[in-house]
Every structure is written in structure tokens, then in C-alpha cells.
């Protein structure tokens, strides 16, 4: 099984910067690929961006093309979530997510704040 914890978040300021880390653990060798989605009170949770393990292209939702950026160290088996130039809309849960051989795997979420 493979485990995920995230880490990095908080509060922020509009326009301001915040780094994301999901660290994962256990059989870390059947992850195929890693994503974020984030979850607003009274909506539903959705697709942030996500990145291959073996590499390739990362995807972006369209909200946060161009501001938030996903990245990965297999080293480390830890991906990122850049975010930049942040907006109050970005406030939610932000949570991790892997797929892997074996099915899927959520971390338990962390909370990002973006006041005005």
C-alpha cells in the first residue's frame, strides 16, 4: 500500500505564494501517476493538476493554468503544488492523490486560505 501526507499549508494573502508538499511512503514503486484536487465548502471536489510519475507533461485545470505549478522527486517520492498569485477562490482543502497499480490512494487533506 502506499501512503500520502500533505503538508504546507495555511494562510496566505491575495497575490501571494504557497508551496504544497504530498510525501509518499510504503510501496511507492507501483505509483503511476500523482495529482491535486481541492475542495470549496458546499462544492465539489476537483481536478487541480497532476503529473506522471515516470514523467511526461503535467496537467492543469483551467483555474490555475498559469499560476499554480505541479512537480515531483521521485528521490523523495514527494510531489509539489506551486502556487502563485494567489486568488480567495483558491480557499479549500487541497488534497493529494495517487494512482497506482493497486488502486487509488487520497491523503487526508490540508487546508489553504486566501484572504483578501
Known amino acids: 500500500q502506499v501512503q500520502l501526507v500533505e503538508s504546507g499549508g495555511g494562510s496566505v494573502q491575495t497575490g501571494g505564494s504557497l508551496r504544497l508538499s504530498c510525501a509518499a511512503s510504503g510501496r511507492t514503486f507501483i505509483i503511476d501517476t500523482m495529482a491535486w484536487f481541492r475542495q470549496s465548502p458546499g462544492k465539489e471536489r476537483e481536478f487541480v493538476a497532476n503529473?506522471?510519475?515516470?514523467?511526461?507533461?503535467?496537467n492543469y485545470a483551467d483555474s490555475v493554468k498559469g499560476r499554480f505549478s505541479i512537480s515531483r522527486d521521485n528521490a523523495e517520492a514527494t510531489v509539489f503544488l506551486q502556487m502563485n498569485t494567489v486568488k480567495p477562490e483558491d480557499t479549500a482543502v487541497y488534497y493529494c492523490?495517487?494512482?497506482?497499480?493497486?488502486?487509488?490512494?487520497w491523503g487526508q487533506g490540508i487546508q489553504v486560505t486566501v484572504s483578501s
Open positions: 503529473i506522471n510519475w515516470a514523467g511526461g507533461s503535467p
Open positions: 492523490k495517487a494512482n497506482t497499480f493497486g488502486g487509488v490512494v
